[in-house]
């Protein structure tokens, strides 16, 4: 009995040392909110500092390491310790922009994904199929985003089909 009565204590004790949610929920809205000043102008440097600086001090000592890191990083650029990191912008396939079709090759109507002999089909390949020629259905003629899109989403739920 002692022991059950241990275990539960030490749980409780555990529990009530960490950061409440509530705390937890304050903290990232609050970091958000200085992400948010961060990149408006319209905000001082210095107000965008202060929050950053407030953010750290009053939230800090509970949030993962790499959140801290960004916050501190946010700070040395807006007080001018070092210049800002530059963006990672991830480099386009060819036709991903508007105006760039003209160079790639597409398709009149995309093309059906390979289903199964009909002996071989599973329920679930059947029903992502359906689903995929229903988006079909929805797109605007010639409509390649949309039809990009249908086939992700009919590639992903064949990927929860069992083999």
């Known amino acids: 009995m002692i022991g059950v009565v241990g275990v539960a204590v030490l749980a409780h004790a555990l529990t009530a040392c960490g950061p409440s949610l509530r705390r937890v929920h304050t903290s990232d809205q609050y970091f958000e909110l200085c992400n ?5 102008e ?3 440097q210095e107000d965008r500092a202060a929050c950053w600086r407030a953010w750290i001090k009053h939230y800090g000592s509970f949030q993962p390491p790499e ?6 990083d946010r700070l040395e ?3 001018g310790r070092t210049a ?6 991830p480099k386009l396939p060819q036709g991903a922009l508007p105006g760039s079709e003209q160079n790639v090759d597409k398709p009149t109507q995309p093309s059906e994904p390979p289903m199964e002999d009909e002996a071989g089909t599973s ?4 029903y992502c199929h359906q689903e995929w020629r229903s988006c079909l259905a929805r797109c605007e003629r010639n409509a390649t985003p949309c039809q990009a899109a249908c086939q992700m989403t009919q590639q992903t739920c064949r990927g929860g089909c069992p083999p």
Request: charged content about 15%; overall charge negative; some cysteine.
């Open 36 to 40: 948010t000043a961060h990149a408006d």
């Open 123 to 126: 329920a679930c390949a059947s």
């Open 42 to 44: 319209s905000y001082s």
């Open 67 to 72: 959140q801290v890191e960004y916050a501190l």
């Open 77 to 79: 650029v807006l007080e």
């Open 84 to 89: 800002p990191t530059p963006v990672k912008t």
